[in-house]
């Protein structure tokens, strides 16, 4: 499958080719975002351009985007990480990822924490958890159900209807073990968001040892309303990283 990945600044449709292995993280810090739900890479561009000093990458999730190469089939949450390790291409980076995005960039960071060096998630849904908000649950539920609802619409439209169910649905149940996280983890939640998302991710910040980042105003599609305060938050997590490592030897 060919993924859309592009990077600032890259060639258009490209991505920089890296240092080699005895380069150190003398060069640019190396962040990934990973987008959520009816959203493509292309969203987080205007966050992206307010990090000049960050190699900062972000493609479309499979069957998501302008440019979809899909086979009609959604994928499960270990196919989502095999897409991020290939963006990845065996250098270690911070990863952030947005809504139902942060389950792949947590997911990825326990199968691969030699890679994912630094993990942050903003306003991640986690209703199969018992520490999560139980009124969320029924909300997701009545939402993939409208989903699952044949209705008119484009090409894209129906194909991003069938994606969205079939992702939320994944969340019902036990995607990973908060407890196997072992990268320095950060949440995020805007004052402006449902309020679900701040119970649930201070829950999720308790049960996973993770530092908690509270915007005042902010909302659920922060990286859109408010890019420099997203690009804020990307930093954060980049930060995160160690200040000298190794790139990873082996590539999935």
């Known amino acids: 499958m060919q993924l859309c990945v592009t990077a600032v600044p890259a060639e258009e449709g490209g991505v920089e080719p890296g240092p080699g292995p005895e380069q150190r993280s003398a060069a640019r810090s190396r962040v990934v975002l990973v987008h959520g739900l009816r959203d493509e890479g292309a969203s987080f561009d205007p966050v992206a351009r307010l990090l000049p ?94 989903a699952a609802v044949t209705r008119p619409g484009s090409p894209r439209q129906i194909r991003e209807r069938a994606l969205a169910a079939a992702e939320m649905t994944l969340t019902l149940h036990p995607p990973f073990d908060p407890g196997e996280l072992t990268v320095p983890r950060v949440v995020g939640y805007g004052t402006a968001s449902f309020p679900h998302f701040a119970d649930g991710l201070r829950a999720f910040a308790a049960q996973a040892g993770a530092d908690t980042v509270r915007f005042a105003g902010a909302s659920h599609m922060v990286h859109r309303e408010d890019p420099a305060g997203f690009a804020s938050f990307v930093r954060r997590v980049a930060d995160l990283r160690p200040t000298t490592t190794l790139v990873a030897e082996r590539v999935e």
Not at 70 to 94: E, I, N, Q, S, T
């Open 53 to 146: 000093d960050l190699e900062v990458l972000r493609y479309d999730r499979r069957g998501w985007g302008a440019c979809p190469d899909w086979d009609g089939v959604a994928a499960d949450l270990d196919g989502h990480v095999d897409d991020l390790l290939r963006v990845l291409a065996g250098r270690p980076a911070a990863v952030v990822g947005h809504s139902w995005g942060g389950n792949v960039a947590l997911a990825a960071a326990i199968r691969r924490p030699d890679l994912v060096e630094a993990v942050g998630i903003w306003e991640t849904a986690m209703p199969w958890a018992e520490w999560w908000p139980r009124e969320h649950r029924a909300v997701i539920q009545e939402t993939i159900d409208r």
